[in-house]
């Protein structure tokens, strides 16, 4: 853009892009309807919940390598083009499968995986400055999508079909995503990869950095993505009535989008250690939360357990824009898809393995991971201010 944009209408012009690929949060919103009327299976309808997450992790990293060799405007580009064609061919199929493979795979996992790191590139280049607030932001917007999407959606269904409403939702953010794009303005400099052709193998430290950062992320994710989506039971398991379970929703629901922009402009600030440090710290404190929630049975502490580790979930991926730009200046598009694509996988596995082994033991083996993450990084980042202290000192 280069000047001809200011970063609060580069951020403006976003705002579809995210509304569009956050209509994964409104499945669980639009999927009663729609099982009611189709008589869709809810194993399948919890399967196309699922696709897309494990769609959006090969589909990020491809996203930051195209970033890398095109303009953030046209990969955006060809991810509205994802959006559309895959919703319209998902609707047009009477196959719940065929309908999966489009709009859970197609629309909202490619579609995404290519939209959230031109984004974040857009958003970089047009505010360099307060990127991590901006992109923050942005991520936000994503999660809070289906605020805006599941009303419309139930508003249209009460007169239409599920399809009809469904395809005119998906319509509204179409045609505000090419009202954006006319407006959003192609940087004519090359992207920085194809000017300097930099490889993460050329720098060991750089590559240590990018591993150190992806193991946080799995030590700490899975914690609240459990949490997250089993956040209902857990008010039950915990002793608490249905009406917690609604409250705790709601509470880890708003915390996650409001830590996704506190991660973001914290990364402004604060060193990524440092970040780390607060997000981890913040995650420990859901933790204990709920481990005193089981002992004392009160609903305050519960819902401090919802609200802590929703800012925990949240900040974690608001701050991946600008750790990957701290990481690797040369290259943030292809770090950052590395970081959100470990986000993606690491949220996945959350829920994956309460399935498996029992809400209750996922919720111990993961809150003990993350306290185990917080204490070796607030080592890290003391060993390191300790060195810079005596090396001044020198």
């Not at 959006?83 to 995404?112: K, R």
């Amino acid at each position: 853009m280069k000047g001809q944009l200011s970063g609060w209408t580069t951020f403006a012009c976003l705002i579809p892009f995210q509304l569009m690929f956050g209509m994964v949060y409104a499945w669980g919103g639009m999927a009663p309807v729609i099982q009611r009327e189709t008589g869709w299976s809810i194993a399948s309808l919890d399967l196309m919940f699922s696709l897309t997450p494990l769609t959006l992790f090969p589909a990020v990293l491809a996203g930051g390598r195209l970033v890398a060799r095109y303009p953030p405007e046209r990969v955006l580009r060809w991810a509205g083009i994802c959006f559309a064609c895959g919703s319209l061919a998902g609707l047009s199929s009477g196959s719940p499968w065929l309908f999966a493979l489009c709009y859970a795979c197609v629309a909202l996992g490619v579609g995404g995986g290519l939209s959230t790191p031109a984004s974040v590139e857009i958003i970089r280049r047009a505010a360099p400055r307060a990127r991590g607030r901006f992109s923050g932001a942005l991520l936000a917007v994503y999660c809070f999508s289906a605020t805006l999407s599941v009303p419309l959606f139930l508003w249209l269904a009460r007169a239409q079909s599920w399809r009809v409403a469904l395809g005119t939702t998906t319509a509204v953010w179409c045609a505000l995503g090419v009202i954006a794009l006319f407006a959003l303005r192609s940087d004519p400099q090359k992207p920085a990869a194809v000017n300097g052709n930099v490889s993460l193998r050329a720098d060991p430290s750089m590559l240590r950095a990018v591993v150190w950062n992806i193991c946080l992320l799995f030590a700490s994710v899975p914690f609240g993505s459990a949490s997250f989506a089993a956040i209902g039971r857990l008010a039950g398991l915990y002793g608490h009535g249905a009406w917690i379970g609604v409250a705790g929703t709601a509470a880890i629901s708003l915390a996650n989008g409001i830590g996704r922009f506190m991660g973001g402009a914290l990364s402004d600030f604060r060193s990524p250690r440092a970040t780390w440090c607060i997000v981890l710290g913040i995650a420990v404190g859901g933790y204990l939360a709920a481990i005193a929630d089981v002992v004392l049975k009160l609903p305050a502490l519960f819902l401090l357990f919802a609200t802590l580790t929703g800012l925990a979930f949240g900040a974690a991926a608001g701050k991946l824009p600008a750790l990957a730009a701290h990481t690797a200046p040369a290259r943030p598009a292809a770090v950052f898809s590395a970081y959100f694509g470990a986000f993606a996988l690491a949220s996945f596995a959350g829920p994956l393995v309460s399935a498996i082994i029992g809400i209750a033991a996922s919720m111990t083996l993961f809150g003990c991971l993350t306290l185990v993450a917080f204490v070796v990084n607030a080592l890290c980042l003391c060993a390191a201010r300790l060195r810079t202290s005596t090396s001044r000192m020198a």
